[in-house]
């Protein structure tokens, strides 16, 4: 399970314009998982379609 906390803040490159994106709009699920010597590695995503920003992804 993946707990985020926090805000990100993000500028748009052509107006400069701050957004901010709340954890609470995160909704990350496994995207892969490999099996490792210590145990399975499993990586997770999460994709916000933003109006003015577009699609944000954040991957861990």
């Known amino acids: 399970m993946v707990y985020v906390n926090g805000t990100a803040h993000i500028r748009h490159a ?6 901010e994106i ?3 709009m995160l909704d990350f699920e496994s995207v ?4 490792r010597s210590m145990g399975p590695e499993t990586a ?3 994709v916000v379609e933003h109006p ?3 699609q944000l992804t954040w991957s861990i």
Not at 32 to 35: I, L, Q, T
């Open 44 to 46: 997770y995503s999460a």
């Open 32 to 35: 892969s998982s490999e099996e």
């Open 52 to 54: 003015e920003l577009g």
């Open 22 to 24: 709340d954890a609470d």
């Open 14 to 19: 052509q107006s400069g314009q701050v957004y």
